[in-house]
């Protein structure tokens, strides 16, 4: 896909306020609609939404340009306390529900949002990262495994019959890993 964009200095990554819940809930909603195959339901649909609720049991950062547009949102689950820590282990963190404003794809700041991710983990020490992912993510997939996370398929599981989720997990304590994402 050519050289990985450049990172963009007009776009700061920050924890959500309050404020942005919605805003940032009905980005990240958009962002898996506009993802071949139209695999979401209304039910997962509120749970994408509901910024409000993860920034409570998570961290919830977003991506913004210099007037506070939001332009992407992540999850990072740090350790297995949080409710959003799904099959995660004992020393992991883990990311949930990366996305990027459709009209702001391909900037790289999801390779941004994901980069902070890598980096708080590894600053409070986790051992991995590790995350779920579906077949028709290609964007993430290519992300993910640029960034050296590698598939774990005994970690694989099927919430609902027709979702098939992908584990991927990135090896924090191996020497180099982690590196420019
Ligand atoms: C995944 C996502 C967050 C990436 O955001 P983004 O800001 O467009 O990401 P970036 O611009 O940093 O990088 C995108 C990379 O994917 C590549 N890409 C885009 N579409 C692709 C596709 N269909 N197949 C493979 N790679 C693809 C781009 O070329 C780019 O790589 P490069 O810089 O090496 O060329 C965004 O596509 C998104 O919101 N997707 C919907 C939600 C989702 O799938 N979330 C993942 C949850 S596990």
Do not use: N
């Amino acid at each position: 896909m050519g050289a990985p964009a450049e990172q963009d200095p007009l776009v700061t990554i920050r924890p959500v306020r309050p404020g942005e819940h919605e805003g940032a809930g009905a980005l990240v909603v958009a962002a898996y609609a506009a993802l071949p195959g139209g695999h979401s339901s209304p039910d997962y649909e509120r749970e994408l939404a509901d910024v409000a609720r993860r920034s409570k049991e998570a961290e919830v950062l977003v991506a913004v340009d210099p007037d506070d547009t939001l332009l992407g949102c992540v999850t990072f689950v740090p350790d297995t306390t949080s409710p959003w820590a799904e099959l995660v282990e004992e020393g992991e963190s883990a990311i949930r529900m990366l996305a990027v404003d459709p009209a702001s794809q391909g900037r790289g700041i999801g390779r941004q949002l994901l980069r902070i991710c890598i980096d708080r983990a590894r600053e409070r020490g986790s051992v991995g990262l590790f995350l779920h992912s579906t077949p028709w993510m290609a964007a993430a997939h290519h992300l993910y495994e640029q960034a050296g996370f590698v598939r774990v398929p005994e970690r694989d599981w099927r919430p609902v019959p027709d979702v098939p989720l992908m584990a991927y997990r990135l090896d924090l304590m191996a020497p180099g890993r982690g590196g420019p994402a």
